[in-house]
């Protein structure tokens, strides 16, 4: 069996590739300034798991997501919300809410809280609306027992103590930048409530609003920091 692999596409996105090579893609967003050249066109798609529908998450008019879900075999899992939207778009996935569990190509995710908006912006000029399709975090247990906690883009909250309790996650994927998210300093605090030992940042550098860095991160936090640059990847 191989190595859990993560890789950081830009902005907030992950590829996630697992000891049985599903490969798992978490809020890819191909318009990001900083995004991986290398991973532009999905190779592979097993499962599609976005943490909510912002347009640096999932594309303008969830294009990002919607070009992964409708490639063939793939799964997609998100809110209740998000699948009513999806499937009014001719696309299946499955809709769920904060506590369950689903399981695809050997892993299981389980949908946790996040402090966040979750409003998709649709369409363009007087025809724009945005619908709260929500926010998530996501906890991923993998088919050699590594879990990951993925936050998704939130602030610092006392849960993340009882998310560390309840699934003993070894690795964080947080968001750093700061102005939209927690910044270094409640990401750190993050790590160490969830009782992660490695955390890899998201989330910052792709705009000069993102002022967060790994350097500031690693002031904050007792867990090991794992900078990765666009394109990189963890585990290999």
Known sequence: MANLRITRLGHGGVLYRSPGDAWIWVDRWTGAPNYAEEYRSAEKVDVVAPTHCHFDHVGDDCSDLVELAEIVGSTVFGSHEMSIWLGSRGIESIGMNIGGTVEAAGVKFTMVRADHSGGATLGTGSDQVTRDLGCWGWILEFEDGTVVYQSGDTDLFGDMALIGERYSP??????????????????????????VSTVIPVHYATFPILTGTPDELRQHTRAEVAALEPGETWGE
Do not use: E
Request: hydrophobic fraction near 40%; glycine fraction near 24%.
């Open 170 to 195: 070894s690795i964080g994927v947080f968001p750093i930048g700061g102005h939209y998210t927690m910044g270094p300093p409640a990401a750190g605090r993050a790590a160490d409530m969830a009782g």
